[in-house]
């Protein structure tokens, strides 16, 4: 049992290069341990590749790894050294199904180490020494153990193939260059992998750069992956906390509504209650009079009838019943009628809202690039609606709040706060993110197609509220005869085909808004990068009566 655990620390420190005791011991990446020595001239001979491996477990290094000796290895290898031991080969060391078995040994051969080029044969450590002592052997071409060492040799004249054919791309022998390929273009093999090793170093750089711009979009990836997380996380909490708010806020309503029924209620019903016990009270003495008059009436004797009839006169004033209306069962049908139309209120503010609040889209993906035909914007499209209450009282909208017209005459709007107060302008409906497409119909003078942040000011003759002259806003300007684009009081001129029609591409995400002129074909006349902070709305701003705007329905 002794002697087996002391075969087990040979087997453990030994080098699978040398099949020695390890000397001056490191340890490469991937875990195994090798003499530096060994290691180093089996990596010297994989230089040619570009790449470096591990002798044992295969795995490959792009860079070659830098060699530091394991103190703590070389410390447990002395110790063996002086019990007298020395590692004798192990198991592992010899050559399985899968491995270069070592053309000399006899008997059970053990792995090869290298194979020649020259010999075409394989060799252990052992076997290999001549070549590494003998002047003549040192001059061979040694490379990591090979089972194809017979593709290195010319089937038709058993010779070595040194020299490569440029014109067939392929590997013949110095016999095959005086014959068969004679006049060829032929280069050394050497020269050959030299210059095919450029090439391959331009490639894997290539892939080099394409494998970190990867893992920087990864990480950028995954950057959004947690900003969203955090962002859905907020948005959660804070519209939980508002969802909570209002339905307190509707409990108190209703509480509000019961409280006041309940107090209606009783006024009400004591008043009724009120006014039946004095009917009642009026009943029984009538009742009693009634009784005392029928006596009178029955009595025989004439003196004492006409003595008691005075007082049939003296009866009081009465309460009568008829001159109390009751109502069909309406008492409470106006709080009913109002509770009704608050909450058809509140559905359609949800709807309207909730809508926006749907068509609200989180693009985690990388932007996509801008279409390039209008097939291709068609399949962004996004049907547009104009919000009233935001329409300037000189515009009149009309076919289902898709067209806009300048009017002479002011429309009888309703207030507002949304509503601008004295620029000719209107914004959508829609609040807008991702990648969207519409298209405007123009008539008149000129109009200003834009867009604009949803919290634009609305009130007075300023900058604030004018399209295209804040920061909060982007409009293209189109005339009859020119074009151009206005932004936070900038005005740039623009050059195009003349067209009555106008595209306006948004990719929010990437911060792209680009405006097209469009007719038979697609003409771009002006592009945006910038960065967008909140969703958008198209708009559009007018100048002069009779114009009209329509946002179009795509197909």
């Excluded at 089972?147 to 010779?159: A, S």
């Excluded at 959004?224 to 948005?235: F, G, L, N, R, Y």
């Excluded at 002129?517 to 003409?523: A, F, G, L, Y």
């Amino acid at each position: 049992m002794a002697q087996k655990g002391v075969q087990m620390d040979q087997e453990t420190f030994s080098c699978s290069i040398c099949l020695d005791l390890l000397k001056d011991p490191v340890t490469i990446p991937c875990g195994h341990s090798y003499c530096r020595n060994c290691i180093k001239g089996h990596w010297d001979g994989e230089d040619w590749k570009g790449i470096h491996s591990c002798p044992q477990c295969r795995e490959t290094f792009l860079q070659r790894p830098v060699l530091k000796k394991n103190t703590m290895l070389a410390d447990l290898v002395e110790q063996l050294k002086k019990t007298g031991l020395q590692a004798a080969p192990a198991d592992h060391c010899y050559a399985g199904a899968e491995d270069v078995a070592c053309d000399v040994c006899s008997g059970r051969k053990l792995k090869a180490i290298k194979s020649c080029l020259v010999c075409l044969a394989s060799y252990c450590k052992k076997h290999l020494q001549p070549h590494r002592d003998a002047p003549p052997l040192q001059k061979h071409k040694l490379i990591d153990p090979s089972k194809k060492l017979q593709q290195h040799i010319c089937p038709r004249r058993d010779e070595v193939m040194k020299i490569f054919c440029r014109t067939d791309q392929q590997s013949i022998c110095y016999l095959c260059l005086m014959e068969e390929h004679k006049g060829h273009e032929t280069v050394t093999a050497a020269a050959e992998r030299t210059e095919r090793q450029k090439e391959l170093e331009g490639s894997r750089q290539q892939i080099q750069q394409r494998i970190q711009d990867a893992e920087k979009d990864v990480k950028l990836l995954q950057q959004e992956v947690e900003a969203i997380d955090q962002s859905a996380d907020k948005t959660v909490e804070h519209s939980q906390k508002i969802f909570t708010k209002l339905i307190r806020l509707l409990q108190k309503r209703s509480s509000d509504v019961k409280q006041q029924i309940r107090s209606q209620q009783e006024t009400e019903g004591s008043r009724v209650k009120e006014l039946q016990k004095k009917l009642e009270q009026e009943i029984t003495e009538l009742k009693r009079k009634d009784a005392e008059l029928k006596q009178l009436s029955q009595t025989e004797d004439h003196s004492q009838f006409l003595h008691s009839c005075p007082s049939v006169a003296a009866l009081r004033g009465s309460t009568h019943s008829s001159s109390i209306k009751i109502r069909p069962l309406r008492h409470f049908e106006d709080v009913t009628a109002a509770v009704s139309e608050l909450r058809d209120k509140l559905q359609d503010i949800l709807r309207e809202e909730w809508t926006n609040i749907s068509l609200t889209e989180v693009d985690v993906l990388l932007s996509e690039p801008e279409p390039k035909s209008r097939a291709g914007f068609l399949k962004c499209s996004r049907e547009i609606t104009l919000d009233p209450n935001t329409a300037n009282t000189q515009l009149l909208l009309s076919e289902g709040n898709r067209k806009v017209t300048a009017m002479e005459q002011q429309q009888s709007y309703s207030s507002h706060p949304d509503r601008f107060s004295d620029w000719w302008q209107v914004l959508s409906r829609e609040s807008l993110t991702g990648r969207c497409y519409w298209e405007v119909e123009w008539r008149g003078e000129g109009v200003y197609v834009a867009v604009a942040y949803k919290n634009i000011s609305r009130a007075g003759f300023c900058h604030e509220c004018l399209f295209g002259h804040n920061n909060k806003s982007w409009s293209l300007r189109c005339y009859t005869d020119s074009y151009s684009f206005d932004h936070n009081k900038v005005r740039t001129p623009v050059s195009g085909p003349r067209s009555s029609r106008i595209g306006v591409y948004l990719d929010h995400r990437a911060g792209i808004l680009s405006f097209y002129s469009v007719s038979e074909t697609m003409t771009l006349l002006h592009r945006v990068q910038t960065s967008f902070t909140q969703p958008l709305c198209a708009a559009v701003r007018f100048y002069s009566h009779g114009v009209t705007a329509e946002f179009i329905k795509l197909k």
